[in-house]
């Protein structure tokens, strides 16, 4: 996990190394100055010495000077270097994010990620920061500080080594307590975030059932637990404070009373007890910080190892090592596929064995759950077979490269999502280079140009973000467009015009049809009526195909076929997820 984690700081790491070294200039000169300070005292203002008071005077002036100014560049680098850590690590997350298949993506919650780039990656770079500057300075002003003490008076610095060890052995119990309530503070933000994101995505269909109570509710409980494990984390790091101000005054009376004996005696001076009363602060308020870093390594080793295992995942597919980067056609080929959506999970496809010629038109139907679009993710390879090989035109998809088959196989998904930023900029996701007119063209074919040539700024209308501001079914005529316009060998429609009225459906399907030569469309959908004209349809059941044939003979061979059709011309409402309309 380190290791990952600092091999994010690359172009910062000379910023990072300078850190530390200014850190250490800035304490050894605060370190010096109340020794100074001593010398102020006895040499000068005791003796009566001006001259001495303006020489030990300016050397104090002198030194705080070097001292803010080593902090200066101290906090100055350590911010250029943290902060450049935390953009490297969101740019490195969210850059392997988008190598992830369908199947490493269901290993993490999108709330999850979301607080892994967002609350995590702070975590890192606050940690990451005190790393470089306080873990430093708090051992260094503790261990010079000591030094002094030492070096000034051994037996009245034994006070100070009694203090550490009462003050050390209460923040140990204290931060191994908190520790692990920080570790389960994260899995709250996780649940916090989720519901968070379920609300704003979903909040037209709240609204609409009047749940605004429920989701507070949901929110309410959510926020609450988090509360009431902070509040326990941070009750116990309060203690801090009281638990050192008990040692700190402790100090500071030992100190009192045995150094004005000590006084008395001849063997300590005034400007050296002043010393030691501010070397004490030093040495206490060092310790201090150190628990803090603690708590705060503690708290970002949980977000580190989280940030870690999203740049360490390796994907599941990947290329080979000499992929084909050529699709020769649009054939279509599932040899004995059988696909679970985890290793020893229940099988979403079982012996699938269905031959599609280029060119074909291919009607797909089945209920809820029968596996429709787990058999279509295949042909793209967003997930691999777990059994049997997949090819397109002939090739099993896992020879070539993944860019080159996506380019070839253009699939609209079920949930239609278009981008913020111009309908032009959506429609040339499909392509990046090209035309206005062949945009415009690929909208014709989709019957995306009727509305589109009615928005006040046409094709450069703006689109908000998800596409709020355009109906559902002009969404999934625009994602069909910027299907349409990578020119693929395959199309495939998951669903993807259930948003639009019958006729309008079958214009897009008859328009497709005569426009795009040689194109193997594959047409996901609950409507008879989108796909009886295809050449042939199949028919799915519980993972399995059951039938695949053309619309007649599904008729004369197929119950379950028969059943939905009569059921559909005959005005009855179809559903698709009963036992008996299957049975």
Not at 489 to 510: E, G, M, N, P, Y
């Amino acid at each position: 996990m380190v290791r990952t984690l600092l091999r994010q700081v690359k172009q910062y790491k000379t910023a990072a190394l300078l850190t530390p070294v200014w850190t250490t200039a800035e304490v050894i000169m605060g370190v010096l100055i109340p020794y100074v300070t001593a010398s102020l005292i006895d040499k000068g203002i005791n003796a009566g010495n001006m001259p001495e008071v303006f020489r030990y005077g300016g050397i104090m002036l002198l030194m705080a000077f070097f001292s803010t100014l080593f902090g200066i560049l101290s906090a100055r680098f350590g911010a250029y270097s943290s902060t450049g850590l935390a953009a490297n690590l969101r740019e490195a997350m969210y850059r392997n994010i988008q190598r992830f298949s369908f199947s490493d993506i269901d290993k993490y919650s999108t709330a999850g990620l979301v607080t892994r780039m967002t609350t995590d990656v702070s975590n890192i770079q606050g940690a990451f920061q005190m790393l470089l500057r306080i873990s430093f300075r708090a051992p260094l002003n503790l261990i010079f500080s000591l030094f002094m003490c030492f070096f000034i008076n051994p037996k009245l610095s034994l006070v100070f080594l009694i203090a550490m060890l009462i003050l050390g052995t209460c923040l140990f119990l204290l931060i191994s307590r908190a520790a692990k309530l920080f570790v389960q503070i994260f899995e709250k933000y996780d649940k916090l975030n989720g519901v968070i994101q379920e609300n704003v995505s979903g909040i037209r269909v709240v609204k609409a059932f009047v749940r605004e109570e429920h989701e507070l509710s949901k929110f309410d409980k959510a926020a609450l637990a988090l509360y009431n494990l902070n509040v326990k984390a941070e009750s116990l790091m309060a203690l801090n404070h009281p638990v050192m101000n008990l040692v700190v005054y402790g100090c500071i009376i030992a100190l009192s009373w045995f150094g004005a004996h000590f006084i008395v005696g001849g063997t300590l001076t005034t400007g050296q007890l002043t010393s030691l009363f501010t070397y004490i602060m030093t040495v206490m308020s060092s310790l201090m910080m150190l628990s803090m870093i603690f708590v705060q390594l503690t708290q970002s080793a949980a977000s580190g190892k989280r940030i870690a295992d999203v740049i360490d995942e390796e994907p599941d597919m990947f290329d080979p090592e000499e992929p084909l980067q050529v699709v020769e056609d649009g054939s279509i080929d599932f040899d004995h596929v059988s696909f679970a959506y985890s290793e020893g999970g229940d099988y979403a496809l079982e012996d699938v064995d269905i031959h599609i010629k280029p060119g074909e038109t291919i009607g797909l139907i089945g209920g809820t759950g029968s596996g429709k679009s787990s058999l279509v993710f295949l042909i793209p390879r967003l997930y691999d077979a777990s059994d049997g090989t997949v090819k397109v035109g002939g090739v099993d998809v896992r020879k070539y490269g993944m860019e080159a088959l996506r380019s070839q196989v253009s699939m609209v998904l079920q949930k239609s999502t278009l981008f913020s930023g111009t309908i032009l900029d959506n429609l040339r996701w499909g392509r990046e280079d090209a035309t206005e007119e062949e945009c415009i063209e690929a909208c014709r074919q989709a019957c995306a140009d009727e509305f589109i040539e009615q928005m006040p700024d046409g094709y450069n209308t703006y689109i908000d973000q998800g596409g709020t501001n355009v109906s559902g079914g002009q969404r999934q005529r625009i994602c069909i467009a910027r299907a349409l316009l990578k020119k693929p060998k395959v199309l495939i429609l998951d669903d993807s015009t259930s948003a639009v009225d019958t006729a309008t459906d079958a214009h897009i399907r008859q328009a497709i049809s005569s426009h795009v030569e040689g194109l193997t469309k594959i047409i996901i959908s609950q409507r008879i009526l989108s796909i009886k004209d295809a050449d042939r349809i199949i028919v799915m059941d519980d993972g399995k195909v059951v039938a695949f044939d053309s619309h007649e003979k599904l008729l004369e061979t197929c119950t379950i076929y028969k059943d939905i059709y009569e059921m559909q011309t005959s005005g009855a409402e179809a559903d698709f997820d009963k036992k008996e309309v299957a049975a």
